[in-house]
C-alpha cells in the first residue's frame, strides 16, 4: 500500500521561502510510477501540478509558475521528494497534496492528506 506523508507547510511572508518534504513508502516496480510531486488546490476540488520529481532519474517537471522558483528534488536512493519554493507570493497558497504521477506530472495517482501553505504578510 502506497503512503504518502507531508512536512513543512505552513505560514510565511510574502517573498520567503518554504520547503515541503513528502516521504512516501510501498512504491514498487510493478506500480510503473514515474514520479513524486506536488499538486496545489485552492478555491474549488481541482488539483494543479506544480512540480514533480522523477522516481527513475534525475529529471523534474515544473509547472510554469514554478519554473526558475521552485526546485524538486529527491534524495539518492530513497522515495522521499523535496519542493524548495523560493520567491513565494499570494498566489502560491493553498493546500499542497503529495502525490506519485506519471511523466510530466500527470496523473496524480495516489495522494497525501495535504498540508497548506499560506503566503500573507
Known amino acids: 500500500q502506497v503512503k504518502l506523508v507531508e512536512s513543512g507547510g505552513g505560514l510565511v511572508q510574502p517573498r520567503g521561502s518554504l520547503r515541503l518534504s513528502c516521504e512516501a513508502s510501498g512504491i514498487t516496480p510493478e506500480l510503473d510510477l514515474y514520479s513524486i510531486g506536488w499538486f496545489r488546490q485552492y478555491h474549488g476540488p481541482e488539483r494543479r501540478p506544480v512540480a514533480c520529481?522523477?522516481?527513475?532519474?534525475?529529471?523534474?517537471y515544473y509547472s510554469d509558475s514554478a519554473m526558475r522558483r521552485f526546485t524538486a528534488s529527491r534524495d539518492d536512493g530513497t522515495t522521499t521528494v523535496h519542493l524548495q519554493m523560493n520567491a513565494l507570493t499570494s498566489e502560491d497558497t493553498g493546500v499542497y497534496y503529495c502525490?506519485?504521477?506519471?511523466?510530466?506530472?500527470?496523473?496524480?495517482?495516489?495522494w497525501g492528506q495535504g498540508i497548506q501553505v499560506t503566503v500573507s504578510s
Open positions: 520529481a522523477s522516481i527513475v532519474d534525475k529529471s523534474a
Open positions: 502525490a506519485t504521477a506519471h511523466k510530466g506530472c500527470l496523473g496524480g495517482v495516489h
